[in-house]
T-cell receptor, first 112, second 112 residues
Framework: GESVGLHLPTLSVQEGDNSIINCAYS??????FIWYKQESGKGPQFIID?????DKRQGQRVTVLLNKTVKHLSLQIAATQPGDSAVYFC???????????FGTGTSLTVIP | EAQVTQNPRYLITVTGKKLTVTCSQN?????MSWYRQDPGLGLRQIYY???????DKGDVPEGYKVSRKEKRNFPLILESPSPNQTSLYFC???????????FGPGTRLTVT
């Protein structure tokens, strides 16, 4: 069936390095994608989003890249900090944008 | 403070005993949604609501009911809970389905 998945379940990076978290999606009709961060014991928190008419969007220390040809989404975190340690989820909006599908998450650990 | 609140935060119940998890938001958001989070499966959408009196099924609606009589409240009802509904539940809200969702702190439900 259709799914939103992630290439790696865990990722460890040194503090100060850049992090890249990947996500694959399978529904070419999806037109809105979001990255969320979830810290232990808390609800997911919005990081950045991108619509299908864009290839790249930048925020504060984060960049999302969308490759519709291969149905791939990535989140880049610059100068990763210990506070970035969390689980990161990509989400995809389907059904004219009303219904959301989340990936299984990537656990990012930042090594001081 | 803008927030999504859920009650209770923790609940242990027995099979078949009806329960309601409340969700309330103070941001005048139109879109509200319920998710469950299970290890290895990420977040899965149960039901969503586009506005008052407008609700629709998400990916895993079986065994759940919702209502949206007021804009700020979106309760999740389990008429006859079963052990496979043991999970971590999140409520979320947003201006519309095309905007970032704000998540509540979660409700840990155990059905024995």
């Amino acid at each position: 069936g259709e799914s939103v998945g992630l290439h790696l379940p865990t990722l460890s990076v040194q503090e100060g390095d850049n992090s890249i978290i990947n996500c694959a999606y399978s529904n070419s009709a999806s037109d809105y994608f979001i990255w969320y961060k979830q810290e232990s014991g808390k609800g997911p928190q919005f990081i950045i989003d991108i619509r299908s008419n864009m290839d790249k969007r930048q925020g504060q220390r984060v960049t999302v890249l969308l490759n519709k040809t291969v149905k791939h989404l990535s989140l880049q975190i610059a100068a990763t900090q210990p506070g970035d340690s969390a689980v990161y989820f990509c989400a995809e909006a389907r059904n004219t944008g009303n219904q959301f599908y989340f990936g299984t998450g990537t656990s990012l650990t930042v090594i001081p | 403070e803008a927030q999504v609140t859920q009650n209770p935060r923790y609940l242990i119940t027995v099979t078949g005993k009806k329960l309601t998890v409340t969700c309330s938001q103070n941001m005048n958001h139109e879109y509200m949604s319920w998710y469950r989070q299970d290890p290895g499966l990420g977040l899965r959408q149960i039901y969503y609501s586009m506005n008052v009196e407008v609700t629709d099924k998400g990916d895993v609606p079986e065994g759940y009911k919702v209502s949206r009589k007021e804009k700020r409240n979106f309760p999740l009802i389990l008429e006859s809970p079963s052990p496979n509904q043991t999970s971590l539940y999140f409520c979320a809200s947003s201006w519309s389905s095309e905007y970032e969702q704000y998540f509540g702190p979660g409700t840990r439900l155990t059905v024995t």
